[in-house]
T-cell receptor, first 114, second 113 residues
């Protein structure tokens, strides 16, 4: 069964460094998402992406964050200058269609900012 | 409560018993989805119910949706120790342009063998 994959599974970085989290959505999906979950807290929406542009973003997704679909398979989340509070599990998700369609989540990347 | 709040926060039952988890939300929705998360792992999609549906079944799972009360319930019948996990509801609000899901805080279910 097709699944969303994410790399790396765990990323440790120093505060102020740039990180790129990578995702490979399910191949025939058109809608892509990033969420994050700080330890012990709710899963929070960051951004949705369709047709090579951002559809919606949350207040968390400030100028330090950016997303890109550099080729036909990858979907990346970049954090330009990481902060301690960016430490979280980051989940990528994809769906075949918009609206009431299932979002399938990847296994997550645990980001630790020291 | 915030959009997509589950109760109870924690539930402990014996294997073979049924587990019921509830979710309440505030705004109009396109759909509501239930996910499962094992500790420290990813989110596994369980079931999606659309705003015009009232009940859906999938194996041992039964989900109901009451849009007049803005609430949903997830019933797991004949629970197994392997069902131990956190369960989240997530709503896709009608006013969202980008299919943003809003998650609740989850119910931690423990099924004792």
């Amino acid at each position: 069964e097709p699944e969303v994959t994410q790399t790396p599974s765990h990323q440790v970085t120093q505060m102020g460094q740039e990180v790129i989290l990578r995702c490979v959505p399910i191949s025939n999906h058109l809608y892509f998402y990033w969420y994050r979950q700080i330890l012990g807290q709710k899963v929070e929406f960051l951004v949705s992406f369709y047709n090579n542009e951002i559809s919606e973003k949350s207040e968390i997704f400030d100028d330090q964050f950016s997303v890109e679909r550099p080729d036909g398979s990858n979907f990346t989340l970049k954090i330009r200058s990481t902060k301690l509070e960016d430490s979280a599990m980051y989940f990528c998700a994809s769906s075949a269609a918009g609206g009431p369609d299932t979002q399938y989540f990847g296994p997550g990347t645990r980001l630790t900012v020291l | 409560s915030q959009q997509g709040e589950e109760d109870p926060q924690a539930l402990s039952i014996q294997e073979g018993e049924n587990a019921t988890m509830n979710c309440s939300y505030k705004t109009s929705i396109n759909n509501l989805q239930w996910y499962r998360q094992n500790s420290g792992r990813g989110l596994v999609h369980l079931i999606l119910i659309r705003s015009n549906e009232r009940e859906k079944h999938s194996g041992r799972l039964r989900v109901t949706l009451d849009t007049s009360k803005k609430s949903s319930s997830l019933l797991i019948t004949a629970s197994r120790a392997a069902d131990t996990a956190s369960y989240f509801c997530a709503t896709d609000a009608s006013h969202n342009a980008g299919n943003m899901l809003t998650f609740g805080g989850g119910t931690r279910l423990m099924v004792k063998p």
